[in-house]
């Protein structure tokens, strides 16, 4: 009988329709595929069963976590290679459901059955988020946040580095990743012409990178918001080691709740994502609500693809159970219409994908240069979690599966003096 790997590889190119463009590696130490291809390594038989028990992408997910699958070699080299098998498929690609069709599919099926042993289901790795009832409600809302953010802040350290920036950076050559946050602070700070005295409301303020470069270098008083009482925690004590408690304060709040505006600017960075598309509007009016007549918001926030029907839009299972829970992305497009339904004038429209990707692999060069801690402080499945979306995001940055966007809004009055320079973008002068 054929050795193991080359028995997977056979099914596997069965069922997908194509050749494998990646070596598998198998528990009884076999190996089939292209030599010096990235190999993924199938350590024990339960990962087939998680497969086989969710096929398609969340059962790879769960037997990533687990440790039962893994990739020897180059992670991004193994993940582009199979991107085209999972994540890029496409509107037309073939669905399980059609390639079960085809009787040598379902021959292949079986043999993966023989190959996986007793068939019962596995159980889902704990760091796998248990759905719950309703999304979007504050307790649901305060529930994902909790599960993403409330990690450990000694953990996130060790991704972000110095800066404590959980966004997209800005990059120049020969840039480090805290001068490019740096530079994406400083930024947003002039994107909304930031003066001495003004009142800014950071909403997602994490571990108050944003509210503390606000106060500190244009002389602003800030009120940050987080649901996550770990980063209200840590932002407090930077906000107090850097002598800004008269200037900065923050809150563990929902951006629903917050009743004292006006405000003269909004920042939201990399929190929209949250909100949901159900509740987007609800979103946008609340911050128009909060925003002084003539005051700017600034809503940096991830965008994806539109799609041709836009109501099969499904969440990705991945993400979605062991990264950020309920998280839901828009096309650029929505998101401006969106903020105009709810009274903004929308002025400028910034991409800057490629600058999220290279943030993303300089994350995860930092995860990987101190594993060992890195699980100490987690588990090492959220460990390996964190590997994979990091990777995995940078790759749909790169090949524009994915974008990021700053959009700076006006609450323009009645007159419809906006505010802004005739010639925009005096921001990168």
Known sequence: MADAASRLRSVAEQVLGVPLPVRLRAWDGSQAGPPGAPAIVIRNRRALR???????????????????LDIEGDLYGALAAMSGLIWERGEDGRTLVQALRDPEVRAAVRELLRLAGPPLPPTPPREEVRRRG????????????????DVGNDFYETVL?????????????????????????ELVCRKLDLN???????????????????????????????????????????????????????????????????YDAIS????????????????????????????????????????????????????????????ELAPVGTTVTQLERAGFEVRDVESIREHYARTLRRWVVNLEADWARAVRLTTPGR??????????????????????????????????????????????R
Request: glycine share 10%; net charge neutral.
């Open 196 to 262: 001495p005295g003004q009142r800014l409301l950071d909403v997602g303020c994490g571990w108050g990178s944003m509210a503390i470069h606000a106060a500190r270098e244009h002389g602003v008083s800030v009120v940050g918001i987080t649901l996550s009482q770990e980063q209200a925690a840590y932002a407090r004590k930077r906000v107090a080691d850097e002598g800004l408690t008269d200037r900065v304060e923050i809150r563990v709040q929902d951006y629903r709740d917050v009743r004292d505006g006006p």
């Open 383 to 428: 460990a390996r979690v964190w590997r994979l979306y990091m990777a995995a995001s940078a790759l749909a940055f790169e090949r524009n599966r994915i974008g990021v966007n700053q959009v700076l809004a006006v609450r323009t009055p009645e007159s419809g003096a906006s505010g802004l320079p005739l010639r925009t973008r005096t921001w990168n």
């Open 268 to 327: 939201s960075i990399g929190m929209a994502e949250h909100v949901g598309a159900e509740k987007y509007l609800e979103y946008a009016s609340d911050l128009y609500r909060l925003l002084k007549p003539g005051g700017r918001l600034l809503n940096h926030q991830i965008a994806r693809r539109p799609q041709r029907d836009e109501g099969a839009y499904e969440v990705d299972r991945f993400i979605d159970s062991y990264v950020f829970p309920d998280g």
């Open 50 to 68: 998680y497969m086989l028990f969710k096929p398609g992408e969340l059962g790879l997910a769960r037997a990533w976590v687990a440790g039962d």
């Open 134 to 149: 309703h999304l979007h409600t504050r307790r649901s809302d305060k529930q994902a946040i909790s599960h993403h953010y």
């Open 161 to 185: 580095g110095p800066s404590m920036v959980y966004s997209c950076a800005y990059w120049e050559d020969g840039g480090t990743l805290e001068s490019a946050q740096r530079d994406k602070l």
